[in-house]
C-alpha cells in the first residue's frame, strides 16, 4: 500500500514552494498599489497552512518512499496546486466562475495557455505575474523543480523523477538526478533570463519582457496582452519569440550539450531532433506558400528596384509569418500573431498534425513527442524488411542506440491510450453540442497542451470563456493528462495499483 504520511510530507513541502510563489505575487500587487491583501492574504494562508498541517502529519514517517507513492505525489501535487492556485483569481474578483478560475490554473501548470479572459489587460498586475509564474513552474515541472528539495525531507528522488518523467526518459546528465536537475535548472533560468534580455532590447518593456520570457521557455503561451505576441507589431520580437521557443522545445539535455559542452555533432546527430527539424520546416513551407499566395499584392511586381525589393519584403514576411505559426503551434507555446482559421483548410490539417507531434522528449513541449513517431516509422519500415527477409533481425535504433523493446512498447502504448482520449473526449463535446471539427480541434489542443484550437467556435484568438461549465471541467481534466503523459494521472484510477503485493 501507499505511504500516507510520507505522501503528506511531500505535499506539504510542495505547498510551502506554491505560498513562496504567491508571496512573489503579492510584492508584485503591492509594487503596483493593487490591492494586495485582499487578493493574496487568504491564498497564501490557505496554502502556507494546509502544507503545515500535511507536513506536521508526515512528521517523523519511514523514509520508504515507493514507486506507487512517486505516481501518487506527482498526480496529486498537479491537482493540488490548481486548487489553491486558483483562489487569487477569485479573490481579485478576475472571474466568478469556480471551473474557470481552476481552467485558468490548470492552464497555466500544465502550459497549455488556453486562456477563459477576454480581455487580458483587465487584469491586475499580480494576476498577469501569477499566470506567467504558473507557466514557468510548471514548464520544466513542478516536482522536478523540487527534486533538490525532495531528499531533505526524507524523500527519494528516483522514485519522484521516474513518475514525473513519464513515457521516453530525458537523458541523465550525472549519476545523481539532482544533480542533473541542478544543471537543468540552472540552463533553464539562464535561458529565461536571456530570453527576457534579449525581449528588452528589441523593445519590450521590462515587464512585458518578463512575463513573455516566462511563457517563451515554458512553451506555455500566456501573454500581457489580449493580441499576444502580434501586439507589439515587431519583426525582431518575433525572431526572438521564434529562436527561444525552439530552444525550449529541444530535449534540454542536448539543449546543455549544444550550448555548454559545444558537441554539436552528437546533437544535431540525433535522431529525434533531426525528424523533428523536418517536420517543423515542412509545417513552415506549406505556411509559406499559403500566406504569400493569399496576401502577397501581385499588382505592386514589376522588375523595377523598387519592385524587387517589394518582393523582397512579402517573401521575408511570408516566411517569418510561415516559420513563427509553425514553431509556435509544434512547441506548443500557442503565441498569437494571425488568425489562422482565415489561411487554407491544407494549414489547419497542417497545424492540427504538427499540435499532435509536439516537440522533443525532454522538453518543457506538449505533444505526443516527436521521438514516439520515429519509433513508429522505425517499426513500419522493419516490417516491410521483416516480409523480404523473415529471419532478420531488426532491432529499433535511435542515433545509433539500440532502443529497449519496453520502451518501444511503451511509446506504442502512449499513442493507442492518446489516441482513445481523442476519441473520448470529441464525443463527449459532440454530446455537449458542439460542432464536430470543433470538438476535435477543442480536444487535440487540451491533450496536447497547445493553447490555440483549430475550430470555428473559439479559433485562433478566442477565449473560453464561451463555453459551459461541464466542458472546462472536462478539457482541464485533458490538459492535465497531456501534462502528464496519461499513464500517471490513470494509474490511481486502476484497482491493481491499491493492491499490496
Known amino acids: 500500500m501507499i505511504n500516507k504520511r510520507i505522501i503528506a510530507k511531500a505535499i506539504g513541502g510542495l505547498l510551502a514552494l506554491e505560498a513562496a510563489l504567491m508571496?512573489?505575487?503579492m510584492v508584485v500587487a503591492f509594487y503596483h498599489n493593487e490591492p494586495a491583501l485582499h487578493t493574496w492574504a487568504l491564498p497564501i494562508t490557505a496554502t502556507l497552512t494546509t502544507a503545515l498541517a500535511l507536513y506536521a502529519y508526515g512528521k517523523g514517517a519511514k523514509s520508504q518512499f515507493g514507486r506507487r507513492d512517486g505516481y501518487f505525489v506527482v498526480g496529486c501535487t498537479w491537482i493540488i496546486f490548481s486548487i489553491f492556485g486558483m483562489i487569487p483569481f477569485l479573490t481579485s474578483g478576475s472571474t466568478q466562475r469556480l471551473s474557470v478560475a481552476f481552467f485558468e490554473t490548470m492552464s497555466g501548470f500544465t502550459t497549455t495557455g488556453a486562456t477563459a479572459f477576454s480581455v487580458i489587460e483587465a487584469l491586475p498586475h499580480s494576476i498577469l505575474f501569477w499566470r506567467s509564474l504558473t507557466h514557468w513552474i510548471g514548464g520544466m515541472g513542478i516536482i522536478f523543480?523540487?527534486?533538490?528539495v525532495l531528499p531533505t525531507l526524507g524523500i527519494g528522488e528516483q522514485k519522484v523523477f521516474a513518475a514525473e518523467a513519464t513515457g521516453v526518459k530525458i537523458g541523465k546528465l550525472h549519476p545523481r538526478i539532482s544533480t542533473t536537475a541542478h544543471w537543468l535548472w540552472s540552463l533553464y533560468f539562464l535561458l529565461t533570463a536571456s530570453c527576457a534580455g534579449a525581449y528588452y532590447l528589441c523593445g519590450m518593456s521590462e515587464w512585458d519582457a518578463i512575463n513573455h520570457a516566462l511563457s517563451t521557455l515554458a512553451t506555455g503561451g500566456f501573454s500581457t496582452h489580449t493580441d499576444s505576441i502580434g501586439w507589439f507589431h515587431s519583426a525582431t520580437i518575433e525572431y526572438v519569440a521564434i529562436?527561444?521557443?525552439w530552444l525550449a522545445s529541444v530535449n534540454f539535455s542536448l539543449t546543455y550539450l549544444m550550448l555548454v559542452k559545444r558537441r554539436f555533432r552528437q546533437v544535431f546527430g540525433n535522431s529525434e531532433l533531426k525528424a523533428y527539424i523536418c517536420i517543423n520546416l515542412g509545417a513552415t513551407l506549406v505556411f509559406t506558400v499559403s500566406y504569400f499566395c493569399m496576401y502577397a499584392d501581385f499588382s505592386r511586381l514589376d522588375f523595377s528596384i523598387d519592385g524587387l525589393l517589394t518582393l523582397c519584403r512579402m517573401s521575408e514576411e511570408s516566411v517569418r509569418n510561415a516559420l513563427f505559426q509553425a514553431v509556435s503551434m509544434q512547441t506548443s507555446t500557442g503565441f498569437g500573431k494571425n488568425d489562422f482559421m482565415t489561411w487554407p483548410p491544407i494549414c489547419w490539417m497542417t497545424i492540427i498534425f504538427i499540435s499532435i507531434c509536439g516537440g522533443?522528449?525532454?522538453?518543457t513541449s506538449g505533444g505526443i513527442k516527436v521521438v514516439r513517431l520515429v519509433f513508429v516509422w522505425k517499426i513500419i519500415s522493419n516490417e516491410f524488411t521483416r516480409i523480404l527477409h523473415p529471419r532478420a533481425l531488426l532491432p529499433i535504433r535511435l542515433s545509433s542506440e539500440t532502443v529497449e523493446e519496453s520502451v518501444?512498447?511503451?511509446?506504442?502504448?502512449?499513442?493507442?491510450?492518446y489516441g482513445i482520449l481523442v476519441l473520448l473526449g470529441t464525443s463527449a463535446m459532440v454530446l455537449l453540442r458542439l460542432p464536430l471539427f470543433d470538438a476535435v480541434g477543442l480536444t487535440i489542443t487540451s491533450l496536447s497542451n497547445i493553447g490555440p484550437a483549430?475550430?470555428?467556435?473559439?479559433?485562433a484568438m478566442g477565449s473560453w470563456d464561451i463555453l459551459s461549465d461541464t466542458v472546462i471541467w472536462i478539457h482541464s481534466f485533458l490538459m492535465l493528462a497531456g501534462r502528464l503523459e496519461i499513464f500517471s494521472l490513470i494509474l490511481p484510477f486502476i484497482p491493481e495499483f491499491w493492491r499490496n503485493r
Request: glycine share 10%; with cysteine; aromatic share 10%.
Open 23 to 25: 508571496a512573489l505575487c
Open 145 to 148: 523543480f523540487t527534486i533538490a
Open 243 to 245: 529562436l527561444f521557443m
Open 360 to 363: 522533443c522528449s525532454g522538453s
Open 408 to 417: 518501444v512498447r511503451s511509446a506504442v502504448a502512449y499513442l493507442l491510450v
Open 454 to 459: 483549430v475550430g470555428h467556435h473559439i479559433g
